[in-house]
Antibody
Framework: EVQLAESGGGLEQPGGSLRLSCAAS????????MHWVRQPPGGGLEWVSG????????GYADSVKGRFTISRDSAKNTLYLQMNNLTTEDTALYYC????????????WGQGTRVTVSS | QSVLIQPPSASGTPGQRVTISCSGS????????VYWFQQFPGTAPKLLIY???QRPSGVPARFSASKSATSASLAISGLRSEDEADYYC????????????FGTGTKVTVL
């Protein structure tokens, strides 16, 4: 069974940094592209970033470009999102999600980790 | 702001057919697949439709979808109370350096 477990969220001040992690299990992590998607309180879904199976970045949303970095560690079956220079607009529930082979759909999602940016 | 526009709400009585539209452009729907996600309050989204009109295993056949060059739609036939949820369309967008875009979301209410 595919399982994705996010962690690393919390309360951070504007200008601060956080690193989110997503521990993957139940599938061959190295074979699949992975993504981060966020959802602000009461809001809709926003794709944040994606990374291909071989660690090439698929891309970043304009809203996070230059501040966030996606990466993956195949030895630990873990996806990361390094978030720097946080702003209040980064406050959201952050999900990691897996793509099926050869597609850009998101067929499995974690339960999310909450990030709150506030002074 | 999202480049895929959905109506904020849709509703129907049990058994009715409800359709949700998703308006895009040639940079997303023109050359890329559309996906649909279902989300219940307090839970993660779930893939409902992939590759324009394909249902993952376990998704009932009363969910169907279609796509044109600049728009897409999701239909729920035989509406049931458990279909009350938020629904999002999504697609890869080739504009700028490329990005995955979600629709604005539609809340479906079963009356």
């Amino acid at each position: 069974e595919v399982q994705l477990a996010e962690s690393g969220g919390g309360l951070e001040q504007p200008g601060g940094s956080l690193r989110l992690s997503c521990a993957a299990s139940g599938f061959t992590f190295d074979d699949y592209a992975m993504h981060w998607v966020r959802q602000p309180p009461g809001g809709g879904l926003e794709w944040v970033s994606g990374i291909s199976w071989n660690s090439d970045p698929i891309g970043y949303a304009d809203s996070v470009k230059g501040r966030f970095t996606i990466s993956r560690d195949s030895a630990k079956n873990t996806l990361y999102l390094q978030m720097n220079n946080l702003t209040t607009e980064d406050t959201a529930l952050y999900y990691c999600a897996k793509s099926p082979l050869g597609q850009l759909s998101l067929d499995h999602w974690g339960q999310g980790t909450r990030v709150t940016v506030s002074s | 702001q999202s480049v895929l526009i959905q109506p904020p709400s849709a509703s129907g009585t049990p058994g009715q057919r409800v359709t949700i539209s998703c308006s895009g452009s040639s940079s997303n729907f023109g050359t890329n697949y559309v996906y649909w996600f279902q989300q219940f309050p307090g839970t993660a989204p779930k893939l409902l439709i992939y590759k324009n009109n394909q249902r993952p295993s376990g998704v009932p056949a009363r969910f169907s979808a279609s796509k044109s060059a600049t728009s897409a739609s999701l239909a729920i036939s035989g509406l049931r109370s458990e279909d009350e949820a938020d629904y999002y369309c999504a697609a890869w967008d080739d504009s700028l350096s490329g990005r995955y875009v979600f629709g604005t979301g539609t809340k479906v209410t079963v009356l």
